[in-house]
């Protein structure tokens, strides 16, 4: 996004978040963990039933990670837009896109399976791909946001309501299978319940990425103040992003930390069933020990990316997560299995959503960046499922595994970055004035409290891009 200013231009170091009261921030977070945790239940009681869904169309592993593929196209090329989407047209737009997306998504992978047709469920994955990318930047940006606002490190919460929501996922999914609940009922059912439950929470959590454009505000002139709203950048300012070395190398560590994770999330399940000999329902529950162990780095781990900073947690991150693949493909045993099964995923847990906070550092160039890394995460979602596919078919599911681990090494050696900038601190209560923490009642009571992320002065709650001088009122 560009600006314009009748004096010479200044450069600004500082961001003036408005203030948004904390039953208004509230009520933002809790919507926004809502949707994490959902969209965490849906992908993860889908991904339970794999087995049912290829025993149902009598595919084999190559064919069922070809259809697979389909999904990671789809991310791949809705993430190339998305950012451009939201910097255009916001978040609402991005998320009731999303919401109806999927819906559509769950319908049609129970029909596939129901009808026995294979490109059937293939346009599911395809459309439920598509859904998800256009969905998560928003989502990503939106969590940036009120972690700033809070001044204090939150956004792996959200990523622990996702691992929440796989964790029920994967036991409903347990439990339908269990049950002998059809596949085009339980997809069905739950697309219906998603649609409302997204579209119910959408108005509540859109803060930084509203489409809303002003000039001049609280009185100002236009000799002052050029207001710059999130249709200003479009395509072009999303796309700029790629020509940045530091999103480029974060995403990079996205990619390795996509393909850990995902690559547990699409082949788990079915490396317990064929490589130890169990039922469907075992690999679903060991699936989710990978989840649960996720979930509870992410709800503890904030404290330690606080203590320790991003570098030293995801090299450390990484070396473990590689232990507990190492020892999960070459276990003698079940329970060895689950115990390096519990390592991988304390490993994975904390990868994206440092990855991710990361690109979101500056706010004004958040959504451009996010899509950018979210791109590879894409990619590695596209190339894992054929390549795993092919490695099963010889080596089996569990030992196909390990070919992640030059992954994770990739992630350790370009750890450092996702170090926050030195002109981008994370707001701490002695930035604001008053020592007042955004959301406390000094800040509720109408101060800016500033915080370095940017070159722009920001009123993001309004979806006000705002430029100002150095002292100017915002």
Do not use: K, Y
């Not at 489409?211 to 100002?220: D, I, N, Q």
């Not at 681990?405 to 981008?424: G, H, I, K, N």
């Not at 406390?440 to 109408?446: H, I, K, M, Q, R």
């Amino acid at each position: 996004m560009t600006t314009a200013c009748q004096e010479s231009p200044v450069r600004h170091d500082r961001t003036v978040l408005e203030v948004v009261d904390g039953p208004r921030l509230a009520r933002a977070r809790w919507a926004l963990m809502g949707l994490f945790m959902l969209s965490g239940l849906m992908f993860s009681s889908w991904l339970a039933r794999l087995p049912s869904v290829r025993d149902a169309l009598g595919m084999s592993p190559s064919e069922l990670g070809a259809v697979l593929l389909a999904g990671a196209v789809g991310a791949l090329l809705a993430v190339t837009v998305a950012g451009a989407v939201v910097t255009r047209w916001g978040g609402r737009v991005s998320l009731v896109l999303s919401s109806v997306g999927f819906a559509v998504a769950f319908v049609l992978l129970g029909l596939g399976p129901a009808v026995g047709s294979v490109p059937i469920l293939a346009v599911g994955v395809f459309l439920n791909g598509v859904s998800f990318a256009i969905g998560n930047v928003p989502l990503n940006v939106e969590s940036a946001g009120v972690e700033r606002r809070l001044g204090r490190t939150v956004l792996p919460h959200f990523h622990a309501a996702f691992s929440v929501g796989a964790v029920l996922g994967s036991l409903l999914g347990a439990a339908m299978a269990q049950l002998e609940v059809g596949l085009l009922a339980q997809f069905v059912g739950t697309g219906v319940v998603g649609l409302v439950w997204r579209l119910a929470s959408v108005p509540h959590v859109v803060l930084d990425t509203a489409p809303v454009v002003r000039s001049a505000p609280h009185g100002g002139t236009s000799d002052d103040v050029v207001a710059v709203g999130p249709r200003g950048g479009g395509l072009r300012t999303a796309l700029g992003a790629w020509r940045e070395r530091r999103t480029v190398l974060i995403g990079f560590v996205i990619m390795s930390a996509a393909l850990s994770e995902g690559s547990a999330n699409d082949w788990l399940a079915l490396a317990v069933v064929d490589g130890f000999g169990r039922t469907e329902a075992v690999g679903a529950i060991v699936f989710g020990v990978f989840v649960s162990a996720m979930t509870l780095v992410r709800i503890l781990g904030t404290r330690l990316i606080d203590r320790f900073g991003r570098v030293l947690v995801l090299r450390v991150s990484g070396l473990v997560s590689m232990a507990g693949l190492l020892v999960f493909g070459f276990a003698p045993s079940l329970a060895i299995a689950v115990a390096g099964v519990v390592a991988w995923g304390l490993g994975a847990a904390l990868a994206v959503p440092i990855g991710l906070a990361a690109a979101s550092d500056d706010p004004l160039r958040a959504a451009g960046r996010v899509s950018v890394v979210s791109a590879f995460s894409s990619i590695a979602h596209l190339a894992a499922p054929p390549l795993l596919g092919l490695a099963a078919e010889h080596v089996g599911a569990r030992h196909a595994l390990l070919l992640i681990t030059a992954a994770m090494v990739v992630s350790v050696l370009l750890s450092r970055e996702v170090e926050r900038p030195v002109d981008q601190p994370l707001d701490r209560p002695d930035a604001a004035p008053g020592g007042a923490r955004p959301g406390s009642p000094s800040a509720d009571a109408g101060e800016p409290v500033p915080v370095g992320v940017g070159e722009t002065d920001v009123l993001p709650a309004e979806g006000v891009l705002v430029p100002t001088r150095r002292g100017a009122p915002a």
